[in-house]
């Protein structure tokens, strides 16, 4: 099953405005990252929060991570036609022990209209 | 530096026939994923392995399998296939504790 909860499923804003996407989990995690996918082929990482980190930043992208609330937020500023894409985050799943395994949201599609 | 690369990148198998996908991950990187992204499923975690051994494995059947080789490239076979089995399959490598790097995927049809 999905841990990751992420909302909107989908947005759609035009060119320059600023896009924020959520993401929820449920159990205690290592760290958190952000993947982008463009038309259903490979994952791009963009980021990865451990869970001692509160905000990380990457060029554009604003991500921040509420360990009591089990929650980040991913913020692209200033978005381009290009972003358009679908954003994934993704949880170790285990604080504890290491499994090998991401659990992936089911994601948000971002449109960005030029 | 390369990437993580997947061949092929389109599979059209007939159901009942065998599947074998192929990675190779990052130069340097002894951890490979598996991944199954199907429609309406999102994506699943199929398989890890590390150094050879596999580690951990998703909630899959038995007739999806694999090995990792001794330069850490890695096979996922799919045995029995069945229509449910079409799918993009992505493969990842890390090191401990980083982010993953994706290949592109094979996109696996089973008609």
């Known amino acids: 099953s999905q841990q990751g909860e992420e909302d909107p499923q989908a947005l759609s804003i035009q060119e320059g405005e600023n896009a924020t996407m959520n993401c929820s989990y449920k159990t205690s995690i290592n760290n958190l990252q952000w993947y982008r996918q463009n038309s259903g082929r490979g994952l791009v990482h963009l980021i990865l929060i451990r869970s001692n980190e509160r905000e990380k930043h990457s060029g554009r992208l604003r991500v921040t991570l509420d360990t009591s609330k089990k929650s980040s937020s991913l913020l692209i500023t200033a978005s381009r036609a290009a972003d358009t894409a679908s954003y994934f985050c993704?949880?170790?799943?285990?604080?504890?022990?290491?499994?090998?395994?991401?659990?992936f949201g089911q994601g948000t599609t971002l449109q960005v209209k030029p | 530096e390369a990437g993580v690369t997947q061949s092929p990148t389109h599979l059209i198998k007939t159901r009942g026939q065998q599947a074998t996908l192929r990675c190779s991950p990052i130069s340097g990187h002894t951890s490979v994923y598996w991944y199954q992204q199907a429609l309406g499923l999102g994506l699943q975690f199929l398989l890890w392995?590390?150094?050879?051994?596999?580690?951990n494995r998703g909630n899959f059947p038995p007739r999806f399998s694999g090995r990792q080789f001794p330069n850490y490239s890695s096979e996922l076979n799919v045995n029995a296939l069945e229509l449910e089995d079409s799918a993009l399959y992505l493969c990842a490598s890390s090191n401990v504790g980083g982010g993953y790097t994706f290949g592109s995927g094979t996109r696996l049809t089973v008609v």
């Open positions: 392995y590390d150094e050879g051994e596999e580690r």
């Open positions: 993704a949880t170790d799943g285990d604080g504890s022990s290491n499994t090998g395994k991401l659990i």
